[in-house]
């Protein structure tokens, strides 16, 4: 017979057992499921990952309470209502087990027109963090993941669907609030198709991110074409941080990537934009300059220095084709009561190949302190190749400005720091215009250079810079060994585990340790026809 005693140590013990356990199940989170998703329930037919497998339909998959670690993959073409969001995902994962979606081989998300404006889109992440939407990326056999909107765009145009008969605007992806998000390999498409006239499809997106704010976002080896504000991050509140946008092709478009403070009071710092391949807006070209075109769009509430934008690396992309009558710029950053700062722009190709009067040209920004190193800037008559305009104690070095009406465009309260203005060559002014600045504009490099008190040789103006189409220099050009050496400059911050350096060009190639640099974003020269660089290399989508 136990005693007392005995007896409340066994309870005890098993009490503490229960406890052993509860912890262990608070631990442990249930086991990731697997999800296949179909437009029919049942056992599916065709793709990779999906085939055999038991599907169920979008909306028995929006009933569901996912878990962090789920894996979801979508199978075969799914037809969305029109209108109305396909697939919803409220739960969030967490670091190291994210919640996975990804689209199997073939796999399409299709509707005649898409929510728009805030309303969900296609799929509807807003709120929850740690997410992943995969596209597979024409990558290991499996084709590309596309969502579409079949039937969206002007009266005139052809969508992938036929004639263009809904004439409202689509929403590819909406991530209000969102953090901790992937979004990689996928195509996002004709979310609205413009015709010839007056586009009318303004509030199109294939990435839509309000409310609060975004951090920790990776956007990286998309194709992205047609619609009007493709990636568009709107920062609310907070601090928005460490948000890299790589590796896309964004083409047919009003903005490629814009990001703006849409409420006082916001903080968006750390941004990394780089190797994407972003062209031709004049399709979104408007009587009465309705809207205005940008490869990148960054702006704060109001103009005012309300909002802070701090850290934005902009490196390693080629801008080009045709970009319009309505143009601002490939890269646009607007005027923010000089709360704009500690801003990188390097390696980069520049380049319009329109001619035509258009609104402005290649590089417009504003508040002081920009850095533009090694960059390639090639337009037409119509084009202003650089306005720094108002900003000041800027850096321009290294970098080669060619064809444009107005080479350089300073204003009044606009200028460049001590020793930050050398070793650039300027090439085919195509107006009397070629230079700039408070107190008028003149064709003379020497006046330039007097009014700088800068950009003395190797800085050159020279009749042609000898590049190809795609701004590589030809054998011979002047544009090789008329670059400073910055191997020892290191720019931005470590970011998502990135450094920039200068230390490799456009294309990866090493610039030499030692000696001279090749001016502008190639450190090597080509002797033949260069490839178009306009073509996408991620997959064959309708």
């Known amino acids: 017979m136990f005693s007392q005693s005995r007896f409340i140590g066994v309870a005890s013990f098993n009490v503490f057992l229960l406890s052993v356990f509860s912890l262990f199940l608070v631990a442990h989170p249930a086991f990731a499921t697997t999800r296949y998703i179909a437009q029919t329930a049942g056992t599916f037919t065709g793709g990779i990952a999906c085939k055999g497998q038991a599907a169920i339909t979008p909306a028995s998959f929006n009933s569901t309470t996912l878990s962090p670690g789920d894996t979801i ?26 919640i996975t979606i990804f689209f199997d ?12 404006g805030g309303s969900g889109g296609a799929i509807n992440i807003s709120g929850a963090n740690y997410i992943t939407i995969n596209g597979n990326g024409g990558t290991g056999g499996y084709t590309q993941g596309i969502i579409e909107s079949t039937l969206t765009g002007d009266s005139g145009a052809t969508c992938p669907g036929g004639p263009c008969t809904i004439h409202t605007d689509s929403n590819g992806i909406e991530a209000d609030s969102s953090n901790n998000v992937t979004i990689e390999g996928l195509a996002i498409i004709d979310m609205y198709v413009t015709a010839p006239g007056v586009p009318s499809g303004g509030g199109s997106q294939c990435i839509y991110a309000n409310e609060g704010s975004n951090s920790n976002w990776i956007i990286t080896n998309n194709l992205f074409h047609d619609v009007s504000w493709c990636i568009n991050f709107q920062f609310t509140s907070g601090t928005s941080t460490n948000n890299v946008i790589s590796n896309n092709t964004i083409y047919n478009i009003d903005h490629g990537i814009a990001i703006g403070g849409a409420a006082g009071g916001a903080t968006f710092e750390n941004l990394n934009v780089f190797g994407n391949n972003i062209h031709d807006y004049s399709n979104w ?16 509430e109001a103009d005012d220095g309300s909002d802070t934008i701090t850290g934005v690396n902009i490196y390693n992309n080629k801008f080009g084709g045709c970009i319009g009558q309505n143009v601002t710029a490939h890269i646009f950053i607007e005027t923010n009561g000089g709360n704009t700062h500690n801003v990188d722009i390097y390696n980069n190709t520049l380049i319009d190949t329109c001619n035509g009067a258009d609104n402005d040209g290649l590089l417009t920004a504003s508040d002081p302190a920009y850095s533009v190193y090694n960059n390639t800037f090639i337009g037409t008559a119509g084009d202003t190749c650089v306005g720094l305009s108002g900003s000041a104690n800027s850096i321009f070095v290294n970098n080669v400005v060619s064809g444009c009406g107005i080479l350089q465009y300073v204003t009044s309260g606009g200028g460049f720091a001590s020793g930050g203005l050398h070793n650039n060559i300027y090439a085919n002014c195509t107006s009397s215009n070629c230079f700039a600045f408070p107190g008028g504009y003149t064709t003379s490099f020497a006046a330039w250079q007097s009014y700088t008190k800068q950009d003395a040789s190797p800085s050159a103006y020279v009749a042609s810079a000898d590049l190809n189409s795609a701004g590589v220099p030809q054998s011979g050009s002047p544009v090789i060994g008329a670059g400073a050496n910055l191997t020892s400059l290191t720019l931005g911050s470590l970011l998502n585990g990135i450094l920039g350096t200068l230390d490799t060009d456009i294309n990866g190639n090493p610039r030499p340790a030692t000696g001279a640099w090749t001016a502008g974003a190639y450190s090597t020269s080509g002797t033949g026809p260069q490839p178009p660089t306009a073509l996408t290399g991620t997959a064959v989508v309708n």
């Open 105 to 116: 081989s073939g796999a399409v998300l299709a509707a005649t027109q898409w929510p728009a």
């Open 285 to 300: 070209d408007t009587p009465g300059d309705v809207w205005h075109h940008d490869g990148i769009h960054i702006w704060g």
């Open 73 to 98: 993959y979508i199978c075969g073409t799914i037809t969305g209502a029109q209108n109305q969001t396909l697939l919803n995902v409220s739960q969030s994962g967490t670091s190291g087990n994210p």
